[in-house]
């Protein structure tokens, strides 16, 4: 009794921990929330957030370019989101004459925005349950296979049914991991203009030394605008597009915020996964995040030399480090969070409560092994995606084996083949290669390809090594041995050598092409991937998805059972969410205690000209000399740049409206604090907070920095 009277203990404690900040909740369902809401301090409806009758705020939020969120913040369609959101279309229209990385971008009129080929903009209009027809004679007995089967068919289905009624394009999502469907009706706009960025030095202050880290100093937005046919159509760029009127745009606030102020963010959260049982807590801890942690370490630590030594290497590197690098960062903060806040234990605990509650209803059988389950199945899982960790973070990071994998269909062109293929594989070859050579460095892809082999040979069993590497071992005096004969032979670590190549090709050189030793290394490695390991954690994975539905289901019973005040919110899947929390600081350890603003000052303090990440404009410095801030100043006479908050974000909210108590714009949200990023396994409100640039050094630097009035103009400001 003592025991069961602990343990139910530890698993009230883990629902009681479970504060207003924590959950994305789905709009349409925000009723259950509104009265929250409502005392935490929200002025206004839920209705006013979602409707599907009236215009309300779900009308200005867009999943922006497939991975962000952005928000509308005029009747004539412009759009916010973050600088690192619109990164690549800002290096997409970059030159040498026009760099507008370096210098930032501003159109002065319609006709200087840039149309980017490819962008679209996703606005949700409706969204319904279709949970029973998905599920429509899918009995229990069926096996995985069959039961996905069938929901694979009934989804297509009921799209097809639906087209035939509308307009919007279809998509049905599994929520609560398969216990729920959503059928969401989208309006796709795809003509998006770039309208604005701030140079890098403010877009990317502070870059990938300050990223996931508070306090924070970056002005991290950009700036876009949604076009439309004249009949208000979206339809693909046209020279006869007009800027799109939408049902509603954000107010922005010039009113900043205070300590305990109500915030709501309001965006498209990519992935997280709150429901996992201990054991894979544990292993996503303290098994996988630590290789790739460790792996993605020496390689940046190899980028982190050469880029020093050669700004030009700088440059040529500076995306591929921000890419590596946030993971790396990120994981190094999700094992310390899972460590420090006891996160195995906690899950564990609840377990075991779990496990002890399925055992006093029969009804309850079907959750009553589902632990033991877990555990003998994520055991199996483990070594493969070791191996598949391995294989991404070494063999696949060695970057002239994965451009080698360009030239595969020439490799197996023939005699046979049409001379125009052949003349399109080439085109298509030469501008992977232009690409590919502007930022390569063969020092650092030699030094890489040498450090990550020895890795994978000592940390993998002969049996999970691919073909290639026991063949190291075996035949070469050593890894160094091996990558200087790579180096010497392959053609395709010099531009002029495949330059040579593709000028001259012929069907009879193909043979020599699927020689190449880069391009057979890529192939040995893939061929293990393919053969040897993907279809286990094909097999692995299904049988995880349906023992994590299973679990979720009972969770759901187990909690309405137990703690039925308390809300259980699906785990994030690019749907569109709601989270609430307030502004507040927080202390991250002992003796520390950070504030929940940041100001120009920090920037001053912060600037380094010798440090790329820390370089300030003239411009800049001279605004904040004559503290000429106009009304965009905090009431406190300084210049506000971010703040953070306690709202449960993750991937995808990056750009996300942040709103205040009458849902005007404070705000965008673009990070979280490091020592929170644990947050999409296990979210603790003490340290789990996002951040966000402070709307009003948005609007300083686009007014006062870089003059674009034109653009203020048409903005609703609340002063
Ligand atoms: N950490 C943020 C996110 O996960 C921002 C990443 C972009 N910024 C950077 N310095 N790499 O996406
Ligand atoms: N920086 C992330 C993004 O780009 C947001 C986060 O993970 O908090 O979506």
Redesign the pocket.
Known sequence: MKKLLLSLFIVMSVVMNVRADEGMWIPMLLQNNEQEMQEMGMNITVEDIYSINNSSMKDAVVLFGGGCTGEIVSNQGLLFTNH?CGFDWIQYHSTVEHDYLTDGFWAMGFEEELPCPGLTAVMLKKMEDVTDRVLEGVENSISAEERAEMIKNNIAKIKEETAATTDYELEIKAFYHGNQYYMIYNEVFKDVRMVGTPPSNIG?FG??TD??VWPRHTGDFSIFRIYVSPEGKAVEYSEDNVPYKPAYHFPISLKGVEEGDFTFVFGYPARTNEYLPSVAVDQEANVIYPVSVDLRGKILDIYNKHQEKDPKVRIQYASKH?HL??GWK?WMGVIEGINNFKGVEKKYAFDKAFTKWANYSRSRGAYLELIKDFERVYAEYEPYRLATTYLSETALQIEVVTFAANFNKLAQVTKDTPQEEIDALIAAAREEAKVFFKDYYQPIDREVAAMVLQEYIDNQPADFRPELLNTIVEKYADVQAYVDELFAKTMFASEENVNKLLDEFKASKAKKIAKDPALVAYNNVMDFYLGNVRPKVAEISGQISELQRIFMRGQMEFHAEQNPDKMMYPDANFSLRVTYGKVGGFSPRDAVRYKHYTTLDGIMQKENPAIYDYVVTDRLRELYETKDYGRYADKDGSMHVAFIAGNHTT?GN?GSPILNADGHLLGLN???TWEGTMSDLIYDPSICKNISVDVRYVLFIIDKYAGATRLIDEMTIVE
């Open positions: 690192h990317k870059g990938d990223n996931w921000a690098g946030n990120k991937g990056s673009f990070d979280r």
